[in-house]
Structure formats: structure tokens, C-alpha cells
């Protein structure tokens, strides 16, 4: 079959004629004799072409061709009409008729401007169908170049994240040079000026005020040695001895410690342990220590009160810690430093407690990200692989 042709006329005469020659040349026929009856058929049957009589006892002609060019995209229209002049022909044209044949027609003219219309109709859809897949195709292009911006984007992020570790290990490394140095050219003389203050003390014993001097001395020193031993640690050292370490006995314990200091400044503990955790396998002081210096950074931003969650909780076989404070959070251009050995905001601050941290959580094959806004508080994550 060549395709359904529905012919739309209220003479019995031509639609025989025209049912006759067209079923002779292979197509599907239909017939309606009225305007209500041609739309029935048009909804059932969704032929490619339509041969519309202009003059209808029902409906004007010219209306039902803009409904059917309206409702029936992919059916075409050709009118017939025994009152030819080159008004209607304009007007139907404009209205959307692919053709228009005056009555009486030849059976050849006929035929040919059907199959010239069908073609046209043919290449028509196939175009309109072009441009559908060309429009989908462009669709999926931009979709994979958003796709692709995105993966770029990631893997940018991955690379400067990557980058900002690598520029973390060598600082961590050169500290380790520095610190070893220092240790060796610092120390030395330190003990030496222990020693004369030590042997200073018998001497001004009957002296309180120039004993008081010396006792001050001497507690500098030990400032000053207490500063190089945190130096040494957040350097890097061997690891000591490691067991399986359980982080909610190690938070448990050194929140304890804390509580005088919490008590006092009004600050409120939520503390947020998911049962079942498996251990760590730790050396359990290097492990206090990370706790001991992110909630006393914690309790040191919250002197006016707070609150200070603590929230350990498993997943993918690595245990996962958050700490999270109310303070007054950290400036964006301070939070690619804030594990740089040496720097630090605090008055009397050394700058070697997050290094610390960051240096254990390394040791340990750990991960610590940190996140803040001013005035609403600072997170740290922290995962480490369970036993």
C-alpha cells in the first residue's frame, strides 16, 4: 500500500470516481461524505492525505482544512472545489492546503498531483524528523560537555587537593630538618643556662625577690624546651608501638579532662558514638593527642559558651570522626594555613598543634578536611581505616 487517502465530498459520484482510481493505483481509501464524518475518520484512521471538498453541507471547507492542519500535523490537505478562481486558490494555499484542483478533474492530473504532494509530504516528515534528532543529538552533546566540565572540575579539585598535600608532606619534611637542628643548637645552650640557674637558687635562697628572677628563668627555659619538643612531634618521628585503639574510650577519656574547662565556660557537649565500632590500629598517646588539640581549639574559640559535638560513626570500613564547634569560625584566607607548622592566630599560640594533628592522621593513613564560616563555627573530619 502506498498510503491511506481519505476523500471528503457530498457527491456520491466523484467519491466512487476517486475511490476507484486510487485503489487501482495501491492506496488505502477512505471516504466521508461531511465535515463531522471527515474529522471521525481522521481520528481513527490518521491518513497521509485528505482530498477536501470546499464546499460541505455541514461545515465551510475552509474552516475544516485550519482545523485539520491544526489537529493533524502529518495529514495534508489538497482541495477540491467546482468554483475555481485564483481568489480560493490563494486563500486555501494560505491556510495551509498542500494543493488545489478544481473540479472536473483529469484522472492522470489527479494522480500526478497526489504523488506529488506525498512526496513532498515525505520529505517534509523525514526533515522535520532530521532536525528532531538533530535537535536530540545537540541535546546529548551538551549534556556531555556539561558532564565533561563537571569531571573536569573534579578532577581539578582532586589534583589541587592532591597538590596541597604533597606541599604539606614537604613542609612537614623540612620541618623534620629544622626541627632535628634546632633541637641540637638550641638545647645544648638551654641546659647549660638550667644549670647555672639551678646552682643560682642555694645562693639566693635568703633573697626572695632575686630568687623569684631566677625561678622565672628557669620557667622559660622550660617554655622553651617544651616548644621544641612539640616541634619535634609535629615534624614526624617513628611510630611508637601500636594496638588496637577503640576512639570512643580515647574521645571519652579526653573529654573528661576537659570538663572542668567546659563547665566553666558554659559550653554544652553532644556527644554522638554509634555503637559496634571496630578499633584502630594506633598508638593510643599519638591518638590523644589529635583529640586533646582540636577541642581545646574548640573550647579556646567558645569562651562565651557553645556547643561542642563530637560524632563517631563507621562506614566502608573506615571509622569517620566530626568535630564541630560554635565559635567564631576560621577567616577563609587563614584555612589553607591552618596546618602550616608555625602559624597560628593565638597570642601565645606556637602554630604546631594542627600540624600535630595533621601529621598523625597521615601516619595512620587518615584523612582531615576542615570547614568553617565566619561567625557560625568550624568542622573538622577526620576517617581513619579500621582494623
Not at 588496637?244 to 574521645?251: I, R
Not at 577567616?331 to 598543634?353: M, S, V
Request: glycine fraction near 8%; include cysteine.
Amino acid at each position: 500500500m502506498s498510503g491511506k487517502i481519505l476523500i471528503v465530498d457530498d457527491e456520491v459520484l466523484i467519491l466512487e470516481l476517486a475511490r476507484l482510481l486510487l485503489t487501482t493505483r495501491g492506496y488505502e481509501v477512505l471516504t466521508a461524505a461531511s465535515g463531522e464524518e471527515c474529522l471521525t475518520r481522521l481520528r481513527s484512521e490518521r491518513p497521509c492525505l485528505v482530498l477536501l471538498d470546499y464546499m460541505l453541507p455541514d461545515r465551510d471547507g475552509m474552516t475544516l482544512l485550519q482545523t485539520v492542519r491544526r489537529d493533524f500535523p502529518d495529514t495534508y490537505v489538497i482541495m477540491l472545489t467546482g468554483q475555481g478562481n485564483e481568489t480560493i486558490a490563494v486563500e486555501v494555499m494560505k491556510a495551509g492546503a498542500a494543493d488545489y484542483i478544481s473540479k472536473p478533474f483529469g484522472n492522470q492530473d489527479l494522480i500526478d498531483r497526489i504523488e506529488n504532494v506525498l512526496r513532498i509530504r515525505r520529505i517534509e516528515i523525514h526533515n522535520r524528523e532530521l532536525r528532531r534528532e538533530r535537535e536530540r543529538l545537540l541535546g546529548e552533546i551538551e549534556e556531555w560537555n556539561r558532564e565533561l566540565e563537571q569531571r573536569v572540575a573534579a578532577k581539578s579539585r582532586e589534583l589541587e587537593k592532591a597538590h596541597a598535600e604533597v606541599l604539606q608532606a614537604e613542609k612537614l619534611a623540612s620541618l623534620g630538618h629544622l626541627a632535628a637542628g634546632m633541637a641540637h643548637e638550641i638545647r645544648n645552650p638551654l641546659n647549660v643556662i638550667s644549670l647555672f640557674g639551678q646552682m643560682l637558687k642555694p645562693v639566693l635562697a635568703e633573697d626572695p625577690e632575686k630568687l623569684g628572677y631566677v625561678e622565672r628563668l628557669l620557667g622559660e627555659v622550660d617554655r622553651i624546651d617544651s616548644i621544641l619538643m612539640k616541634l619535634l612531634l609535629a615534624s614526624g618521628r617513628s611510630r611508637g608501638t601500636t594496638r588496637e585503639v577503640f576512639l570512643q574510650n580515647v574521645v571519652e577519656a579526653v573529654l573528661a579532662g576537659f570538663e572542668p574547662q567546659l563547665d566553666s565556660f558554659g559550653i554544652e557537649l553532644e556527644l554522638d558514638v554509634e555503637a559496634g565500632l571496630p578499633p584502630m590500629q594506633a598508638d593510643p598517646e599519638e591518638v590523644e593527642q589529635i583529640f586533646s588539640n582540636l577541642f581545646a581549639n574548640a573550647i579556646y574559640e567558645m569562651k562565651e559558651g557553645g556547643r561542642l559535638g563530637v560524632r563517631l560513626s563507621g562506614e566502608g570500613g573506615r571509622i569517620r570522626i566530626q568535630v564541630r564547634d560554635t565559635g567564631q569560625g576560621i577567616p577563609a584566607e587563614n584555612l589553607p594555613r591552618i596546618f602550616d607548622p608555625f602559624f597560628t592566630t593565638k597570642p601565645r599560640g606556637t602554630g604546631f598543634g594542627l600540624s600535630l594533628v595533621l601529621r598523625i592522621v597521615k601516619t595512620y593513613q587518615g584523612h582531615i578536611k576542615v570547614t568553617s564560616d565566619t561567625g557560625q563555627g568550624t568542622v573538622f573530619d577526620i576517617d581513619f581505616p579500621a582494623s
